[in-house]
């Protein structure tokens, strides 16, 4: 039977050949072949880009919509923005800037244009700068003598130098102190001197005193406010106070009116007719100066020709770099403005009038009306000796009563350059009558 087996099993060929056999005996199938699969083709490589309020790699770009913008290479506090660099490392991240929404990665320093009006920061006050984010690192980096200079430093340098009572910025304890007193406050000008970033009052009673009375014969332009007519006759019309406090903080979207609105809310409330802001640089007045179209390191002066009255308060915000460079005659050039109500002598817009030509300009400095030559007086102050009627004053076609004076913009060193003209005097002088 065995054979048998064997011959049926394994027999004949053919089946032998496509079926194989087992050692054993057994049938076993021949393995199919794999089918072959045609490969597919490649995914096409995904665009990768960087989102909203992502960091940025060097190797990636910002979607569609989307700009990068230094990440950490600016701090913004208070609605300012101060430069941190090389106090940090600098990396990118994506923003949406441009469509008048400030997000939520947005502040004034990395998105101005849709943030300033917010005024959103990072951190929304100084103390809450100088208390949560300035750490070890930050203050040993300020130990450096280049790195110190950078805004930060000094912000925080100042802040926990100020006592409890300044920190809480309860400024109705602020020292208001009388460092000129002429006589009875309602009889008087009361002028209030303010500290902007100083980190000590030393030197800012030490500038006080220069913005009044330095007076350098060598040096027309260091002078101080009463060191020049009609201000020097007048002096004992004056009464000058400190406002002694490191709260007023700058405010480059307005810093007149928030001046104004803290030193009424302030120890000096009862005393002031007129304020005198002086800013220590570098630390704040780079902020405030180079939002402002046109500005230098000079001055500005805040007030409104239409709403003046007599119990209208005007702010001169000058920076201390004119004090200690020599340029002190600033002040009174502020001064003019804010207390004087007169307008620069040349045109800072660039532009022509844009007012009423048949009416004369609000100005007592400025003419709409010209007397057709230059030697002789505008028709507005004809009856005033010693002037003219010269082309371009705080428009390119108005006129001013004279070439030269402290209210124009020039480099010239003639005596006449650094005074106020017979017309400018005389608007002062008038502002002055209601005081004894």
């Known amino acids: 039977m065995g054979k048998v087996f064997n011959l049926i099993v394994c027999l004949p060929l053919a089946l032998l050949f496509l079926l194989g056999c087992a050692e054993d005996g057994r049938l076993e199938a021949e393995p199919k072949p794999t089918p072959k699969v045609s490969p597919e083709p490649p995914s096409p490589a995904l665009e990768i880009c960087t989102g909203e309020g992502e ?47 400030c997000g939520t990665h947005e502040n004034v320093c990395n998105c101005r244009i849709d943030c300033l009006a917010a005024k959103k920061s990072e951190y929304a006050t100084i103390k809450e700068y100088c208390e949560k984010a300035w750490n070890e690192e930050f203050s040993q980096f300020c130990l450096d003598k280049i790195i110190s200079r950078y805004p930060p430093c000094g912000l925080c340098e100042y802040y926990f130098d100020k006592t409890e009572s300044e920190k809480n910025c309860d400024l109705r304890q602020a020292p208001c102190k009388a460092i000129i007193s002429n006589g009875p406050s309602h009889q008087k000008l009361d002028v209030v001197f303010v500290p902007i970033n100083y980190v000590n009052y030393k030197k800012f009673y030490e500038d006080v ?104 308060i005007g702010v001169a915000f000058v920076g201390r770099y004119d004090i200690v460079s020599g340029l002190p005659i600033t002040i009174s050039h502020e001064f003019g403005h804010s207390f004087g109500l007169l307008c620069d002598e040349y045109a800072p817009s660039g532009i022509n009038y844009p007012g009423d030509p048949t009416k004369e300009h609000v100005c007592p400095n400025c003419a709409i009306i010209s007397s057709g030559n230059p030697q002789t007086p505008c028709p507005k102050w004809k009856d005033v000796p010693n002037n003219g009627c010269y082309k371009v004053c705080d ?42």
Not at 58 to 75: E, M, N
């Open 395 to 436: 428009w390119l076609d108005t006129y001013r009563p004279a070439e030269l004076s402290i209210l124009a913009h020039g480099t010239r060193d003639e005596p006449e350059a650094f005074e106020f003209n017979e017309v400018s005097k005389r608007a002062i002088e008038k502002r002055l009558q209601r005081f004894s």
């Open 209 to 312: 005193n220069k913005a009044l009375f330095l007076n350098d014969v060598s040096n027309p332009r260091n002078r101080g406010l009463f060191a020049i007519e009609p201000l020097k006759s007048h002096q004992k019309k004056f009464n000058i106070h400190v406002l002694e406090t490191r709260c007023i903080e700058p405010d480059p979207s307005g810093i007149a009116t928030d001046i104004i609105e803290k030193v009424l809310d302030s120890s000096c409330s009862q005393v002031v007719d007129e304020v005198i802001a002086i800013v220590d640089d570098p630390k704040g007045i780079q902020t405030i100066l180079e939002t402002r179209s046109g500005s230098t390191l000079a001055g500005k002066s805040f007030m409104n020709y239409f709403l003046k009255k007599p119990e209208t």
């Open 55 to 101: 960091y940025l790699s060097s190797r990636d770009h910002c979607c569609d919509g989307l700009i990068p913008t230094a990440a950490d290479s600016k701090v913004s506090v208070g609605g300012n923005c101060f430069d941190t660099k090389p106090m940090q490392t600098i990396s990118r991240i994506c923003i949406k800037c441009g469509d008048n929404i």
